[in-house]
């Protein structure tokens, strides 16, 4: 009888919960259940414009969140950013919120933005970039995803509890995520490509046209190849190959502990 009375009342609490608003739930020492109600949301919004040459460099370094950028026919680099911040209150929000901070740096040939919020808090900021293909690009991102579209320019990308999935890319590359996969869609090999992941797959479409040199270490898990045809091929198991397309070229090194690797011709 004393049990049912005690899952009857934590069920109510649950639907009470939900009925007032998101709500985390905790167990503590001794199986005692703890409630933390989140009601209340605050968001912002603001938009940039900057003006960079063509060989200019975009920094983003985020701290929880998603950052999404892809190249346009625009000569202007263009950054809409959203903050959300979720407390128990709309005015808890608020006060929050006001709390996270993007720190900005300008120089002639660069731009960096930083998030900066209070740690353990329920806070997300997303980047939404638009800048001319030619840019690099460098992204610092955790506990969301990282997509960057078309760009020529260097790419380098690291990324923690997410995924980095970068598409239609001509340029070189270097991408490195924890916890979460790497998919990467080349347009052009003109760079060298550096894949790795830990627990996580690594994903490479390639131009069945492209001439590179490949090589791909996997600790625990297979690699896997489909419409390529290499030369000089070395492949003492499934879990280590090298080899050239088309004579060889830019290097392409692919790595994971934890994930299979698959090696596509497109």
């Not at 998101?22 to 414009?49: H, I, K, M, P, Q």
């Not at 808890?92 to 740096?105: S, T």
């Not at 120089?107 to 808090?121: E, K, M, N, V």
């Not at 806070?123 to 001319?132: C, L």
């Amino acid at each position: 009888m004393s049990t049912t009375v005690r899952l009857v009342t934590v069920a109510g609490l649950l639907t009470a919960g939900l009925a007032a608003g998101a709500c985390d739930v905790s167990v503590g020492d001794g199986g005692n259940l703890s409630f933390d109600l989140v009601a209340g949301v605050a968001e912002s919004e603001d938009r940039r414009s900057y003006t960079l040459p063509p060989n200019g460099e975009i920094v983003i370094e985020n701290g929880g969140g998603s950052v999404d950028i892809a190249a346009w026919t625009e000569s202007t680099v263009e950054v809409t950013i959203t903050r959300q911040a979720k407390a128990r209150t709309d005015e808890a929000a608020a006060a929050l919120l006001a709390q996270v901070e993007i720190l900005e740096e300008i120089a002639p040939q660069r731009i960096s933005l930083t998030t900066s919020a209070p740690r353990g808090q329920s806070v997300q900021v997303r980047y939404v970039v638009r800048a001319p293909a030619s840019m690099a690009t460098t992204v610092k991102n955790q506990n969301g995803n990282t997509e960057i579209t078309g760009m020529t320019g260097a790419v380098r990308a690291t990324q923690s509890n997410g995924r980095i999935q970068a598409t239609g890319i001509e340029g070189p590359i270097q991408a490195t995520v924890v916890n979460g996969p790497v998919l990467l869609d080349l347009a052009r090999v003109g760079g060298d490509v550096s894949l790795a992941t830990v627990n996580g797959p690594v994903r490479i479409s390639i131009p069945s046209t492209a001439s590179a040199s490949l090589s791909a270490t996997v600790v625990n898990g297979r690699i896997t190849t489909t419409g390529l045809s290499f030369e000089d091929l070395n492949q003492p198991s499934g879990r280590e190959m090298s080899g050239l397309l088309h004579g060889g070229g830019p290097r392409i090194t692919l790595e994971t502990t934890n994930g299979p690797i698959v090696i596509t011709g497109q």
